[in-house]
């Protein structure tokens, strides 16, 4: 290559980092690209004690059932789940920057499905604790925090110590940012949509068990008060209600 098409090549990233900076501005600290300057810092070099169970740890949410006070016809796991809730927030924030925008923090929307991914490993420790009982009083629910604090700390641990805060914004998201407030929310909406579909298909299934527990996941749903949700139920949530080959009617 020319000293020409060096320089040249050499204007296109230190623009192109320009851009990228520009565009993630009004993303947290923790979830910002690297820049041109981070990237000449020498790599941590691997070390003897690189071992982890983390991973393994996370394979093991396949196991963990949800809804275990209820009759299902059909057994859902926390790891299906967090897939399923992480393809709806990805959509919700997807659905806000193109449709919402105006006046609202728009989150970047990978950034919110690997939250989402993410949202439930306290689980993997704990299970999957029934609502009524999580929340059957202030005590209960704090206690129950403390509970998650110990478990993600536990996993945390489990990660080499170079990784360890590349994970920390997933498991310990800074609330008083409000850009991680807004993923969040959508990640929460994420959540009880999942939980609405689930009961949808219960119920389609026969099964009334999750009659009411439908009707209270669709009143939380309607009081978060977001325009991603009220487009989800109108645009997206019908077609759930559809057999196969009704998709293409």
Same mark, same amino acid.
């Given at each position: 290559?020319?000293?020409?098409?060096?320089? $040249?090549?050499?204007?296109?990233?230190?623009?192109?980092?320009?851009?990228?900076?520009?565009?993630?501005?009004?993303?947290?600290?923790?979830? !910002?690209?690297?820049?041109?300057?981070?990237? +000449?810092?020498?790599?941590?070099?691997? $070390?003897?004690?690189?071992?982890?169970?983390?991973?393994?740890?996370?394979?093991?949410?396949?196991?963990?059932? !949800?809804?275990? =006070?209820?009759?299902?016809?059909?057994?859902?796991?926390?790891?299906?789940?967090?897939?399923?809730?992480?393809?709806?927030?990805?959509?919700?924030?997807?659905? !806000?920057?193109?449709?919402?925008?105006? $006046?609202?923090?728009?989150?970047?929307?990978?950034?919110?499905?690997?939250?989402?991914?993410?949202?439930?490993?306290?689980?993997?420790? +704990? $299970?999957?604790?029934?609502?009524?009982?999580?929340?059957?009083?202030?005590?209960?629910?704090?206690?129950?925090?403390?509970?998650?604090?110990?478990?993600?700390?536990? =996993?945390?641990?489990?990660?080499?110590?170079?990784?360890?805060?590349?994970?920390?914004?997933?498991?310990?998201?800074?609330?008083?940012?409000?850009?991680?407030?807004?993923?969040?929310?959508?990640?929460?909406?994420?959540?009880? /949509?999942?939980?609405?579909?689930?009961?949808?298909?219960?119920?389609?299934?026969?099964?009334?068990?999750?009659?009411?527990?439908?009707?209270?996941?669709?009143? !939380?749903?309607?009081?978060?008060?977001?325009?991603?949700?009220?487009?989800? /139920?109108?645009?997206?949530?019908?077609?759930?209600?559809? +057999?196969?080959?009704? /998709?293409?009617?």
């Amino acid at each position: 290559m020319s000293k020409e098409q060096d320089k $040249g090549q050499d204007k296109i990233y230190k623009g192109s980092a320009t851009a990228a900076t520009a565009e993630e501005r009004d993303r947290p600290e923790a979830w !910002r690209s690297e820049t041109a300057e981070e990237k +000449t810092q020498p790599e941590v070099r691997q $070390g003897e004690d690189d071992s982890t169970a983390f991973y393994a740890m996370l394979h093991r949410m396949r196991y963990i059932n !949800r809804w275990s =006070l209820m009759k299902n016809t059909e057994q859902e796991n926390i790891m299906e789940h967090s897939y399923e809730v992480a393809i709806i927030a990805h959509a919700l924030a997807l659905v !806000r920057r193109k449709y919402f925008a105006v $006046g609202k923090i728009c989150p970047a929307p990978e950034q919110v499905a690997v939250m989402a991914l993410y949202h439930d490993l306290p689980e993997i420790m +704990t $299970g999957d604790i029934p609502t009524p009982v999580k929340y059957a009083t202030k005590e209960m629910r704090a206690s129950y925090r403390i509970v998650e604090q110990g478990a993600v700390q536990k =996993l945390l641990a489990m990660l080499p110590a170079a990784l360890q805060d590349e994970y920390r914004p997933l498991i310990f998201p800074s609330e008083s940012d409000p850009v991680v407030q807004e993923m969040m929310q959508l990640v929460k909406a994420a959540d009880r /949509f999942s939980a609405y579909i689930k009961c949808l298909d219960e119920l389609k299934a026969g099964n009334q068990e999750f009659r009411q527990a439908m009707v209270g996941v669709k009143e !939380r749903l309607e009081q978060m008060e977001l325009p991603e949700v009220d487009w989800f /139920f109108l645009h997206v949530i019908p077609s759930y209600y559809k +057999t196969l080959d009704e /998709f293409d009617d």
